[in-house]
């Protein structure tokens, strides 16, 4: 094995360990593991320039935009305390609304952010109704990357194949994750009052509190929250025909942001990139790079090589070894980093033989979402969770998630992976 091979591979390890410890800041360790990658010859400038993919940068910026100028509306608050009256106060029936809420959000704004939208609201009911939080909050976890799953602008591994993979448009992905999504959700709503009924009781008074809530009151700017709407519409509708009118969906998320910037006017646009998650950006384009050196030293179509030869080339054997080995990777590292490195290696696969990468592009997309809601490592929405969490005083263990969510999420990759079979493998 050359130097230079051998080189890229412990940056990388290095680098992979470090983000997982979580002892310095992940963004940080990306650049400084790309910075390694281009200081030592590895991968040129310009080399490492053409790997970033902006168009996932784009679309995430752009989303990021649009959801924190809508959410200076009060429009997420509005809907979550309308939700809540609509279950009329009672604790279950409140959870499972605001399950169905971050599912929806997290479908069609992203995981993070719904989380972080979703969260404080969470916190403000459960205070009013006396009851312990953390059921909702890990609810809300888990129905955030199930609700992620269903379509390209939900979690960030979707951005990336998406971006990777130009057949696979806003519209696929409807058609071939949102049934199994649906699916899923729909079977965690008995185990969720299974599991929880017992636990966030409370009083008639209290639930009364709730109903006496105005949430016409919270919402600040109407005049403001008609153009985030009609832009986020005119965004979404976008997104779906993206791939008829031959525009990128980086295109239409930037286009969208800086209409709803030019409708807002000048005194937004400052305040609006504050909120932008520069860590969470630059963390992709330290990744891109590290990834970047994996691919030019010939590392990825080597591992590409030994899982076909493991697999035979089957295409059914290759689809259930990526679902299940997305799910349980993901599960305890950040599926964003393993995404990035599965990418290249599935695409080396379409030359090693393997004539149908389809059912491949979708397992990798069901085990890396999935699999997030085995760990509370295993998803940026569910650190961002336990941080806040935290903060209110209720300390998300990850021996405590690890009870529900790992048992969750393998029952959800079962069905996941008769769904695979039973759609592309029969």
């Known amino acids: 094995m050359e130097q230079q091979t051998i080189l890229a591979i412990v940056i990388f390890l ?19 593991g790309a910075a390694l990658m281009v200081i030592f010859g590895i991968v040129n400038q310009e080399t490492a320039i053409h790997h970033i993919d902006f168009n996932t940068l784009g679309l995430l910026i752009g989303m990021m935009i649009i959801v924190n100028i809508t959410a200076e509306t009060g429009l997420f608050k509005f809907v979550a305390i309308w939700a809540a009256k609509k279950a009329k106060g009672r604790p279950l029936a409140i959870l499972i ?24 609201v969470t916190f403000s009911i ?17 129905a955030s990357n199930v609700g992620g799953t269903a379509t390209l602008i939900g979690d960030p591994p979707n951005i990336m194949i ?9 519209m696929a992905f409807i058609q071939n994750l949102m049934p199994i999504a649906v699916i899923i959700l729909a079977t965690l709503i008995p185990i969720f009052i299974l599991l929880f009924r017992k636990q966030i009781k409370t009083t008639p008074e209290l639930m ?26 005119l965004t979404i509708i976008g ?35 504050a909120k932008v998650e520069w860590p969470t950006i630059f963390f992709f384009v330290g990744l891109f790079i590290l990834v970047a050196g994996l691919i030019e030293t010939g590392v990825i179509s080597t591992l590409a090589e030994k899982a076909v030869g493991l697999t035979g080339g089957n295409v059914a054997s290759t689809s259930m070894l990526i679902l299940w080995m997305s799910a349980i990777a993901s599960a305890f590292v950040d599926n964003i980093p393993f995404v990035a490195t599965m990418i290249p290696m599935i695409q080396d696969m379409g030359n090693m033989g393997v004539s149908n990468l389809e059912p491949l592009w979708w397992s990798l ?23 806040m969490a935290a903060k209110e005083g209720y300390p998300l263990k990850f021996t405590k998630f690890l009870k529900y969510g790992f048992p969750i999420m393998i029952f959800s990759v ?7 079979y039973l759609r592309y493998l029969m």
Do not use: W
Not at 14 to 30: D, F, G, N
Not at 162 to 170: C, D, I, N, R, Y
Not at 245 to 272: C, D, K, P, Q, R
Not at 414 to 420: F, K, P, T
């Open 239 to 273: 997104f779906f025909i993206h791939q008829l009118v031959h525009i990128e969906s980086a295109t239409v998320a930037l286009a969208g942001a800086f209409l709803l910037l030019l409708l807002t006017g000048e005194h937004m646009l400052e305040e609006a990139f």
């Open 414 to 420: 079962i069905l996941a992976s008769g769904y695979v």
């Open 97 to 120: 609304s605001l399950m169905l809420l971050t599912a929806v959000g997290s479908a069609f704004l992203d995981n993070v952010t719904t989380v972080l939208l979703m969260v404080p």
């Open 365 to 387: 997309a069901l085990g890396a979402c999935l699999g997030g809601n085995g760990t509370l490592i295993g998803a940026s929405a569910n650190l961002i969770v336990a941080g």
């Open 162 to 170: 998406g971006s990777a993979v130009k057949e696979l448009t806003f």
């Open 14 to 32: 290095v680098a992979y360990a470090l983000i997982i410890s979580e002892k310095i800041h992940r963004t940080i360790v990306a650049m400084i």
């Open 208 to 233: 009364q509190s709730i109903m006496d809530l105005d949430e016409k009151e919270l919402l600040t700017d109407k005049k403001l929250m008609i153009k985030c709407l009609t832009v986020l519409g």
């Open 126 to 142: 459960t205070r009013q109704l006396r009851v312990n939080p953390l059921p909702f909050l890990i609810a809300q976890i888990i």
